[in-house]
């Protein structure tokens, strides 16, 4: 709620990003928190491939999503 500082945020996929096609490989990265809830939440909500592929300097988990699917 508002009033206690939390965010509920509700992956209802009522957008999405519209494939990349081409010859060229992207390299899409995106940070988010490095806990197990969100690793989960990601393993369970995403609508294209992910993973995880490291950490940033200051602790974020850095995944790495496939466009091209």
């Not at 519209?18 to 995106?30: A, C, E, M, S, Y």
């Amino acid at each position: 709620s508002e009033k206690e500082g939390s965010v509920n945020p509700n992956a209802d996929k009522n957008w999405r990003f519209v494939p990349i096609t081409g010859n060229d490989k992207l390299d899409v990265r995106f940070e988010t928190s490095p806990s197990e809830q969100a690793a989960k939440f990601i393993a369970e909500k995403a609508q294209y491939p992910m993973k995880q592929v490291g950490t940033d300097e200051i602790g974020f988990a850095v995944y790495q999503i496939d466009l091209s699917k």
